[in-house]
DNA sequence: CAAATAGTGTCTGTAAGACAATATATG
DNA sequence: CATATATTGTCTTACAGACACTATTTG
């Protein structure tokens, strides 16, 4: 019944990093052209092996990849989900920690040769399990924008009501109540105006700017009954 | 900048189960008792290597564990959360992938030597990191009932709504609206009357017996607004 | 002032909880 | 029939969405 209490064939232990930013209001992807094999060349989710000379943990591999294959710095950073198996990587059975990052457009690095962002309806194929693991971080991203703040990192320092709400309404693909999400928004607490400071724009009334409050920084507001 | 690729020191990739069962109404977690080094003797979380050579992926190495070291099948099972780092193993560098089991009381194997059920506030200090991946099976297990069907995992084949409210109330450890609860669980459309049987119980009106419909058997209900 | 968007007040419908009446067992 | 719990009906309250009104900017 007891078996060997040795793990007798190698695993391959990585992270992959779905990180998610909004491109002129569209929710995209980061991809990086993959260097070797396998599917050297091929457009991927940014991932890598777990180091474990110089990683504290996975959540660390993840922003040391984040950093070192795609230039990207200081974003909200949360796992995902485990994928694993003998078939999702040819080089053998593999475990692959996965991470969804959310930043605003501003930090993204300067685009450059190897790293693109494609909206996330538009990736085509994707190598490995990458296609499931975008899905699981899309499916990840709705679900909590439902009765969290989450949608909050894909700005920077400040923003508008307005502008918010546009991003939770293409995240949740659905028109969302102005007085509702203004109530919303209200009861969470996490929010505070920006003292003094309207933004510029057209011919109209212009917004108050708001910043998240510095308590709710590195942490997600959560709703009671959702929005 | 590009580091090598290979993962040059070995990491141990395991998976742990958090197996939380209603034992007479109080939610209680399976501990089984290590066999080996590290921790030889103390009781902890079932765990045990991932067997490249025979598991289809992480799911299936977390129902073999199950299996083999605690005797439990068909329990249902999802996936929690991973736990690494080099010091949760003293063994070196680990990727724990944890995941969370409901099982009904009825289907615990026969107690024997070596595997015990404890009131999950009652479980005392544990190895590893165990008690922190058992800290997020219960956050999980209090979330996912206040808005989805997750809790009807306690029981068997049936049982009647009161049964059932009082689970939840157990859980989320507030009192639950009668009216509200039933309302919510015909709106789940889930359940459905086993016909003519009742359970048989004091000097009162027997309550219906429900049963899960078989489209839901391996699948959550879930609730827009909760409860 | 006309146009455009921001921000707020208020009404209404829906859903949740309180309360209570009815139903059906046992002794 | 007294008692105890199950089940259902109905009233009340709280909250979400609809609607419309006010505010503030540019040209």
Redesign the interface.
């Known amino acids: 019944?007891?078996?060997s209490?040795?793990?007798?064939?190698?695993?391959?232990?990585t992270v992959d990093v779905v990180v998610l930013t909004l491109v002129d209001g569209v929710l995209s992807v980061v991809l990086v052209q993959r260097?070797?094999a396998p599917f050297a060349g091929v457009w991927a989710l940014p991932g890598?092996?777990?180091?474990?000379?110089e990683d504290?943990?996975?959540h660390a591999s993840a922003a040391r990849v984040l950093r070192?294959k795609a230039g990207i710095e200081d974003a909200y950073l949360e796992?995902l989900?485990?994928?694993?198996?003998?078939a999702r990587d040819p080089r053998?059975?593999s475990?692959a920690?996965s991470y969804c990052a959310l930043i605003p457009q501003q930090k993204l690095p300067t685009p450059r040769q190897g790293l693109k962002m494609v909206p996330v309806a538009a990736t085509g194929q994707l190598p490995f399990d990458h296609g499931q693991i975008l899905q699981a971080a899309l499916a990840r991203v709705r679900s909590k924008s439902q009765y969290s703040s989450l949608p909050v990192h894909f700005f920077g320092e400040s923003f508008t009501l307005p502008q918010l709400q546009q991003v939770y309404e293409s995240i949740l693909g659905e028109p969302l109540n102005k007085v509702s999400f203004r109530r919303k928004m209200d009861e969470l607490g996490m929010l505070e105006p920006v003292p003094g400071q309207m933004q510029a724009g057209g011919a109209h009334r212009p917004a108050q700017l708001h910043r998240v409050r510095p308590e709710f920084r590195q942490q997600l507001a959560l709703s009671?009954?959702?929005l």
């Open positions: 019944m007891m078996q209490e040795t793990a007798s064939i190698q695993v391959l232990t260097e070797r890598g092996y777990i180091h474990a000379q504290a943990d996975a070192s796992q989900a485990t994928f694993s198996g003998p053998g059975w475990v920690i009671a009954r959702g």
